[in-house]
């Protein structure tokens, strides 16, 4: 099969998975009342469903999903470690110390204003990192930054703790609660918000695949071959990052899609970043709306965390992966 | 045509105190086959990081095709000076065709096609390596020797006027090593400028047209092998003691000086003033 044709098959499974998120939940639709209520038509209470909760809900799990798995296959082939996720680098840190500080300062967990900090956090986390990694060296030193990353992480961790030593017994569960992850809140607001930042995030991905092929065989190899090393590992660098802080600003911490995903894409098709990059995007996104579908279904009406689901279903298929290649 | 020169040329590593390459002035002539030979951190990779601009001259100044390398672009360097570079690991696993397609970066930059001419260039690199046969197995199940063939392919694929090559035969048995020489013997008398870092004396003899011979990061000795490789030279510069015994052929290299080590127990006679045995 051709990349394209791949690719085009891919975004099918991600419409079939989309249009069954959106019909399964608490009430069952068929997909005639969906496009119907899609439309506006039909019973007022299911348009109200479908078009408020259900369908920003789905979209929001797509975006995020595709964000992460793109994110951590840019960090994957920028670290040279197969073992790199979009939150290695303490940018989830950074979040959650933005978030949790504002709900013990009594924000909902719903609001913007905790989606708004998260991100702050996040933000301050990307450069506090980039400038400790860039401290030691002439060049960004990758390996460096790995270490600046990973301190930074278990810095922001003991911050958290910290911060939820002295908060009441609500807003530590509503804290936890957000680190966990969740789409329940999903509004177009925050859609809005991870669409603009994914948007000329992918657009810089797709000018980065070539030259993170090249890096991914050896920095100095890239640069003989024309790759502008600097340049690129500063672009991959912010472009993942902050595709990564936008995900969780709006949905929380959530594991195994970033790691998994590119993984996944690499061991069925290759690792050319040009195709691996879409089909993670596709592949995560289709992987977490579903992993979402299960997470409000499985043990109805209590909803499971969804970072849970993740890596229950993630775990045993990574596994058979791993085994089906080895036979 | 493009050739180096350097003058004056310093180098020191932050961590290091002693600089890796001093004070060396020196001209490598476009056309020609140039071997680039000394000791273990005599600063002969260091040299070669210099003149692609992958360091910065602590002090002097390199110029390539007459223009100073920093003023180059990284991507006009990679269309100039296609490079094999010592060691390098991928960490996924990509198949050998991919891998020499990489050499074609230069031209195609982030977001070109690979059109005819690339595939065209990236076959006729994969064939004149022999690595044709091996164009989809994944790079990490590849033996020393195929590994290192597919890597020159990659270079050749870039089609750059001059090739430079750091220890392109290390861990090679002899048939390899041999296949590499010739085929960067080819490629010089195709026209190519070739420099190549290498521990094999002998063969850069054979196949180098001039020998540059570091020592403690300075010139020690440069030239045509016959001027380079002389007893004494080789016996101060490795501290070891050797014989130079001409290649007795048949063969284009007859002739051309072959560097024999001795055995260890003629350096404590040496040590001791006594006088050697010059049986050939």
Aim: aromatic residues 6%; hydrophobic residues 50%; proline residues 6%.
């Amino acid at each position: 099969m051709k990349p394209l044709a791949r690719l085009l098959l891919l975004a099918a499974v991600l419409a079939g998975a989309l249009l069954l998120s959106v019909r399964l939940g608490a009430v069952r639709l068929g997909t005639r009342e969906v496009v119907d209520a899609l439309r506006g038509a039909g019973d007022p209470a299911t348009v109200a469903i479908v078009r408020r909760l259900r369908v920003p809900r789905s979209l929001l799990a797509a975006l995020v999903g595709g964000a992460l798995a793109a994110s951590g296959a840019c960090f994957q082939a920028l670290l040279r470690n197969p073992l790199a996720e979009p939150y290695v680098l303490g940018v989830s840190g950074g979040a959650a110390v933005g978030a949790v500080a504002v709900i013990v300062l009594g924000a909902s967990a719903a609001s913007g204003t905790v989606a708004l900090a998260a991100f702050a956090g996040a933000a301050l986390s990307i450069v506090l990192v980039l400038r400790l990694a860039a401290s030691a060296g002439r060049t960004l030193d990758t390996r460096v930054l790995l270490l600046a990353g990973v301190v930074a992480g278990a810095f922001f961790n003991a911050c958290i703790l910290l911060v939820l030593t002295f908060s009441d017994a609500e807003s530590f569960r509503a804290a936890l609660f957000w680190m966990m992850g969740s789409f329940s809140g999903a509004t177009w607001r925050e859609i809005g918000l991870l669409a603009l930042a994914g948007g000329p995030a992918l657009l810089l991905m797709a000018a980065l695949a070539r030259p993170l092929n090249l890096l991914s065989i050896g920095e100095e190899t890239a640069a003989y071959l024309g790759v502008r090393t600097e340049r690129v590992k500063l672009a991959a660098y912010g472009t993942a990052s902050l595709l990564t802080a936008a995900s969780v600003a709006v949905s929380g911490v959530i594991g195994f899609v970033g790691l998994v995903i590119p993984h996944v894409v690499r061991m069925l098709w290759g690792p050319d970043h040009r195709f691996l990059i879409p089909a993670s995007v596709l592949l995560g996104a289709t992987f977490l709306v579903l992993a979402d579908v299960l997470a409000r279904t499985a043990a109805a009406p209590t909803e499971l965390p969804i970072g849970v689901v993740t890596a229950f279903v993630g775990v045993p298929f990574f596994l058979w992966i791993l085994r089906r290649r080895a036979a | 045509m493009s050739g180096w020169r350097c003058a004056g040329l310093t180098f020191r590593y932050p961590e290091s105190s002693r600089p890796a390459v001093l004070d060396l002035s020196l001209e490598i002539p476009a056309g020609t086959t140039t071997a680039v030979l000394g000791p273990n951190g005599s600063g002969k990779s260091t040299l070669l990081r210099l003149l692609l601009r992958i360091l910065p001259p602590s002090a002097g100044t390199v110029e390539f095709g007459g223009t100073p390398v920093a003023r180059w672009g990284r991507d006009a360097l990679a269309r100039a000076v296609g490079v094999v570079p010592q060691g390098e690991e991928s960490v996924f696993p990509i198949s050998v065709r991919e891998l020499v397609g990489m050499g074609r970066y230069p031209h195609l930059g982030a977001w070109r096609r690979e059109g005819d001419a690339d595939r065209r260039a990236v076959e006729e690199a994969m064939r004149r390596c022999d690595v044709a046969d091996l164009a989809a197995r994944p790079v990490p199940t590849l033996s020393g020797g195929e590994r290192q063939r597919a890597r020159v392919a990659r270079a050749l694929a870039q089609q750059a006027p001059t090739l430079a090559l750091d220890e392109p035969t290390a861990s090679l048995d002899v048939a390899h090593e041999m296949a590499i020489f010739e085929l960067l013997r080819d490629l010089g008398h195709a026209g190519k400028t070739v420099l190549l870092v290498t521990h094999n004396l002998n063969l850069a003899a054979r196949y180098a047209d001039r020998l540059v011979l570091l020592d403690g990061g300075r010139v020690a000795a440069e030239g045509t092998p016959r001027e380079v490789l002389t007893r004494e030279t080789v016996e101060r510069v490795y501290g070891w003691p050797v014989e130079i015994v001409p290649h007795p052929g048949p063969g284009p290299d007859t002739g051309a000086p072959q560097v024999v080590p001795l055995a260890g127990e003629q350096c404590v006679r040496m040590a001791h003033g006594e006088g050697r045995s010059h049986a050939a």
